[in-house]
């Protein structure tokens, strides 16, 4: 099944991301595509923010592949930026499995840079970029 949510300016940000977890259901490997700019930290900030991580508290884990956040209920969540893997060894050597094995929600960018080794589950989104604010977050399951 096809979704879609439309996003028209950053007000509508929060709302598309409290949409966007109740229509993912019980996925919790969630892999983000989208050219460089298209807003998927922002993205990600929003549904962190949703689930009540502190917002100063998400910025892109360029530098140390991932990044954890603890959730208004305790929970871990993950996030991850591979734009600087430049192996599948590196994702292997940072614990990828022990992260996406763990049951917690696992949010990725630049999933493309360790497709080879992506779990069968994972959901994968796509942020496309429209008119200045406006973004579509779109995937299939």
Not at 14 to 38: S, V
Request: aromatic residues 10%; charged residues 25%.
């Amino acid at each position: 099944m096809k979704h879609s949510i439309q996003i028209k300016s950053l007000d509508g940000l929060e709302t598309a991301a409290r949409e966007f977890l109740k229509q993912i259901g019980n996925h919790k490997i969630i892999a983000l595509y989208g050219r460089m700019g298209a807003g998927k930290t922002t993205f990600t900030t929003a549904v962190s923010k949703v689930l009540g991580v502190n917002e100063d508290a998400v910025s892109s884990p360029t530098f140390a592949i991932v990044n954890e956040y603890r959730t208004a209920t305790g929970e871990p969540m993950f996030h991850f930026d591979f734009y600087r893997i430049e192996s599948i060894r590196e994702a292997l050597d940072i614990g990828f499995y022990d992260y996406i094995d763990s049951g917690y929600l696992c949010i990725m960018e630049w999933p493309e840079n360790i497709g080879d080794i992506l779990p069968e589950e994972t959901l994968k989104v796509a942020v496309e970029v429209g008119d200045g604010d406006a973004r579509t977050i779109s995937w299939e399951d």
